[in-house]
C-alpha cells in the first residue's frame, strides 16, 4: 500500500540535457518516492527557465522534450508520476502573483541559492525581477498540488526554507491552508563537476551527460581534474579533492576495492590513468542502459509528448481545485 498522506514534487529546469549530478541528487529519489507515495508529480519548469533565458525562448522549448526523455530513461515513471509543464497549468502563476506579496525584496536578495546564481551568471543590480522571484514561483509550484516532500540537491534548501516561510505566512494571515515543506535529500546532495567546481551543472558545461557516448564519457574523464602534484605514477597522490575518487566513491559499488585503490595512490605507485580507466567501465554501466533507453524514446517522440499532455491535463483540475481554496482563503471568490 503507498502512502496517501503526502505528496512529492520534482522537476527540472528545462536548460539542457540532465546529467549524473541530477541522477544522483534528484531522479535516483523521484524513483524510489514514485514507489511509496500514491501522488507523485514531475514539472518541467519552463517558466523558472525562462526567468534567465527570456531572450532564448527556443533553447527551453526544445529541452523540453529533452529533460522529459531523460527522466523517463532514467526510470521516472509515468504510471507512477504525473509528468506536466508548468507553463500550461496556468492557476501556479496566479498563486505566484498572490504569494508575491508575502515576500519582501530584501529577503529575496538574500536568498543565498539566488545570490550564488546570479553571480555565476553576472546579474548585479541588472536581474530580471522574474529571476530574483523564482523561489516564489517555485513556493507556488509546490504548494498547488499539495506537495509536501520535493526530493532536490543541496542547492535548492535555501530554496524550499523561503517556501516554508510563505507557507507559515500564508496560514498565519488566511488561516490554515499549506502544509510545511520537507526537502528530500540523497545521500549525494551535491556531485562536483568533472573540473573539480563544487558543483556539476548544466550551465557550468562541467558535466557527464545521461545521453554521453562512451567516447564522450571516456573523454571527460580523461581530462578529470585528479592531483596537480600527482606526476609520475609512482609519486604518492591526493585522493581528497581528486574528482576521479569522489566519483568512485559514488557510483563504484565495489566499496572495498575503491578504499584499497586510494590506499595504493596515497602510497604511490598508481597511476592517474588506471584509476580513470576503472571509473569509465563505472560511469558506462551506469549510463548505457539509461542511453538504450533514451533512443527508444527519442524515435517516439509523440508518445513522450502524449504522456506531458495527459499528465498536465490531470494537474490542471488539481490545480483548479487548490485555486478554489485558495480564493476563498483571500477572500477574492466574489462569483463561486
Ligand atoms: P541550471 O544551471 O539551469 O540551474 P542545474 O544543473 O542546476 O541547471 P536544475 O534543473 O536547476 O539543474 O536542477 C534540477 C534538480 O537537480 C534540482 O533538484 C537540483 O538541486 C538537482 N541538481 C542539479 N545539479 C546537481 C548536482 N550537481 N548535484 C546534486 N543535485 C543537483
Ligand atoms: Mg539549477
Known amino acids: 500500500m503507498k ?3 503526502s505528496a512529492v514534487l520534482t522537476g527540472d529546469r528545462p536548460t539542457g540535457t540532465l546529467h549524473l549530478g541530477h541522477l544522483v541528487g534528484s531522479i535516483q529519489n523521484r524513483i524510489a518516492l514514485q514507489d511509496q507515495y500514491d501522488r507523485c508529480f ?13 531572450d532564448n525562448p527556443e533553447k527551453v522549448r526544445n529541452n523540453v522534450f529533452e529533460v522529459t526523455l531523460d527522466n523517463l530513461a532514467a526510470g521516472v ?3 507512477k508520476t504525473t509528468f506536466f509543464i508548468q507553463s500550461q497549468v496556468p492557476e501556479i ?9 508575502l515576500v519582501t525584496l530584501a529577503r529575496l536578495k538574500r ?22 522571484a523564482y523561489p516564489v514561483s517555485q513556493a507556488a509550484d509546490i504548494l498547488f498540488c499539495g506537495a509536501n516532500l520535493v526530493p532536490v540537491g543541496e542547492d535548492q534548501l535555501p530554496v524550499i526554507e523561503q517556501a516554508n516561510e510563505i507557507v507559515l505566512k500564508f496560514n498565519a494571515l488566511y488561516g490554515e491552508t499549506f502544509q510545511k515543506i520537507t526537502p528530500v535529500l540523497s545521500t549525494t546532495p551535491r556531485l562536483v563537476g568533472i573540473d573539480g567546481n563544487a558543483k556539476a551543472s548544466k550551465s557550468l558545461n562541467n558535466t557527464i551527460f545521461l545521453n554521453d557516448s562512451f567516447e564522450e564519457i571516456q573523454k571527460k574523464v580523461m581530462m578529470m581534474y585528479t592531483d596537480p602534484e ?8 591526493n585522493v581528497g579533492n581528486n574528482v576521479v575518487f569522489t566519483y568512485l566513491d559514488i557510483f563504484d559499488p565495489k566499496k572495498n576495492e575503491v578504499r584499497l585503490l586510494k590506499e595504493h595512490y596515497t602510497r604511490g605507485g598508481l597511476g592517474d590513468v588506471e584509476i ?10 551506469i549510463i548505457a542502459p539509461i542511453r538504450t533507453r533514451r533512443r527508444e524514446l527519442e524515435r517516439d517522440p509523440d508518445t513522450v509528448m ?4 495527459s499528465g498536465t491535463k490531470k494537474t490542471r483540475v488539481i490545480a483548479q481545485e487548490t485555486m478554489r481554496k485558495v480564493r476563498k482563503a483571500v477572500k477574492i471568490n466574489y462569483f463561486d
Not at 230 to 237: L, T
Not at 276 to 285: G, P
Open 42 to 54: 514531475y514539472m518541467v519548469a519552463d517558466i523558472q527557465a525562462l526567468t534567465d533565458n527570456a
Open 306 to 309: 502524449d504522456i506531458l499532455k
Open 111 to 132: 536568498n543565498p541559492t539566488v545570490k550564488d546564481e546570479m553571480k555565476q551568471k553576472g546579474f548585479g543590480e541588472d536581474v530580471p525581477a522574474g529571476f530574483l
Open 3 to 5: 502512502n496517501k498522506n
Open 93 to 101: 502563476a496566479e498563486l505566484t502573483v498572490l504569494l508575491l506579496n
Open 77 to 79: 515513471s509515468p504510471q
Open 230 to 237: 600527482h606526476i609520475h605514477a609512482s609519486d604518492s597522490g
Open 276 to 285: 580513470k580507466k576503472r571509473l569509465i567501465d563505472v560511469l558506462e554501466h
